[in-house]
């Protein structure tokens, strides 16, 4: 997903102009009705080729129900977060968003996202299955829409099946196969054979595509974090965070040559997808088995959720629906959260959008293969931790990750320089923010 730097210093401007305000709904009257028609806004990004439509069809009933209309903004991706900062900046603000993880911190501790903990029963916990992935800086903050579709390990079978290998466990099973999968297969003198399908140009996406499909795995598989628990600080570079990297660095000669150069999504279609790699990543789906057989149609096929190193874990994004703290009309707007990412509602959506189940009570629909993502590997991958300042400190640390790769850098040196770009910026938002 695209995603950009949000100023550290926005929160503090924003809070007197939303919790002033007005709020965002409006009472307009139902044509044939004497009753008050309440609007609810929510805005979104384009999650289907027709979002705005497909949501009001499926709220319908909801609409009818509750005597309500669902007003949507739909904000293209790419402009997305620059859209809420300068929205919330000059006092708009709708009922409920659609926010991701590195957009949370700022807008939590100015006190525009309402806590939401009060609005759930034990009832909802139960029938939520991903509510944990809600809670944030010591709280519950949103109720995820998106998720069960993390980033994940693939294998080209036929490779492993020549090198007399299965599926690698570990990272020394890993670190074996690339090494043994990294060769010249026509005899012309070139490696035309890769293990590691790794891409670190941005292309089109952010450049925090690498770290979802690359780093966090091994950051949190060696035991490691973003933060420190107060998120005050950093600990990216402490001795879980350098053994990452370290290891990370050390696949470099399995990785394509023009790894640099290449982008992410390119490295996982043009070099595994085209059977040259042992491994590749990307994000998985539930309809994975009939995508490739479209896109790869030749690509003998398997995944690994996660390596296991001193733990397991690889990213899987939790956006989710969150109400701002200006809304007039919290409770109806909590009760269409409930209803959007509840059953009746996500059956019909996932007909459209192949995702995990959200809810106890909907059914899996996707295909067989995939399902153990969401089963017996649920807590083999997580979301990112949030965090003050979050899309600034994390494109930093990305960039010295590169310099690592390019060898302009060591990894100590590289990772003490991003913790120290990361603290400064932390001591600053805190010396605003910590009230």
Known sequence: MKKKIISIGLCVAMISSILSGCGSTKETKDQGDNRSKTTISMWIPPLLNDTE???????EGFEEENNCEVKF????????????????SSGESPDIGYLYAEMYANYITSGLIEELSDY????????????????????????????GVPFV?????????????KAPETWEDFERICKKATKDTDGDGKIDQYGYAVGLNSGDMSNLYMLNAYVYSWLWQAGGDIYNDDYKSVRFQDEAGQKAIEFFAS????????????????????????GKAAFGVTRSRQNQKA??????KDLNWGYVT????????????????????????KELAMK?????????????????????PLTKSEAYTGEPEMERIVTEDKDKWRGLQVGPCGSEILENYASEIQAVIEGKKEVKQALDDAAKFANDVLDEYWEENDL
Request: charged content about 20%.
């Open 53 to 59: 439509k497909t949501f009001g069809t499926l709220l």
């Open 73 to 88: 903004e739909i904000i293209p991706w790419d402009t997305y977060e620059e859209k809420w900062s300068a929205a919330l």
């Open 120 to 147: 759930m029963t034990k009832e909802d916990y139960d029938e939520y299955l991903y509510l944990d992935r809600g809670e944030m800086m010591g709280g519950l903050y949103g109720v995820p829409i998106v998720t």
């Open 153 to 165: 390990l693939y294998y080209n079978q036929d490779i492993l099946n020549d090198l007399g290998e």
């Open 251 to 274: 696949l470099k000669d399995y990785m394509p040559q023009n790894v640099l150069s290449l982008a992410g999504t390119d490295a996982f279609s043009t070099i595994f997808g085209q």
């Open 291 to 296: 995508q490739f057989a479209e896109t790869y």
């Open 306 to 329: 996660s390596l296991k190193g001193e733990q397991y874990g690889t990213f899987g994004a939790s956006d989710c629906l969150s109400i701002m703290s200006s809304s007039e009309h």
């Open 336 to 356: 269409l959260i409930k209803y959007i990412c509840g059953s009746e509602f996500m059956t019909e959506y996932h007909k459209l959008a192949p995702g995990a």
